[in-house]
Nanobody
Framework: QVQLVQSGGGLVPAGAPLSPPCAASVRTFISYTIGWFRRVPGKKRAFVAGITRTGSNTYYADSVKGRFTNSRDNAKNTVYLQMNSLKAEDTAVYYC?????????????????WGQGTQVTVSS
């Protein structure tokens, strides 16, 4: 069982950065590929970014490419989503998720464990 605990959301002005962490309560954290998703009211959960087990590969949705950076510190069992140049349309609840898959999956059904979500609100 993997527990993912999220923090670091909040209200920020457009253009500001934010870097919410996702901490895992498992010693085998390196065994999991991590994905980030976001959801806005009335829409399905959408893929944002993903990072493989060792952090050697990352993948981003086109909407955040060049602005968001996914990284992980396996010694601290923590993944970070560095969000720069935030826009109002980035406002959403952000979720981290873990899968035992070697590759990054963009569909939520491929993830077994989920964080509780953190609200990010960008004011224009």
């Amino acid at each position: 069982q993997v527990q993912l605990v999220q923090s670091g959301g909040g209200l920020v002005p457009a253009g500001a950065p934010l870097s919410p962490p996702c901490a895992a309560s498992v010693r085998t954290f390196i065994s999991y590929t991590i994905g980030w998703f976001r959801r806005v009211p009335g829409k399905k959960r959408a893929f944002v970014a993903g990072i493989t087990r060792t952090g050697s590969n990352t993948y981003y949705a086109d909407s955040v490419k060049g602005r968001f950076t996914n990284s992980r510190d396996n010694a601290k069992n923590t993944v970070y989503l560095q969000m720069n140049s935030l826009k109002a349309e980035d406002t959403a609840v952000y979720y981290c998720a873990a899968t035992g898959s070697l590759s990054i999956n963009t569909h939520p059904r491929n993830y077994d464990y989920w964080g509780q979500g953190t609200q990010v609100t960008v004011s224009s």
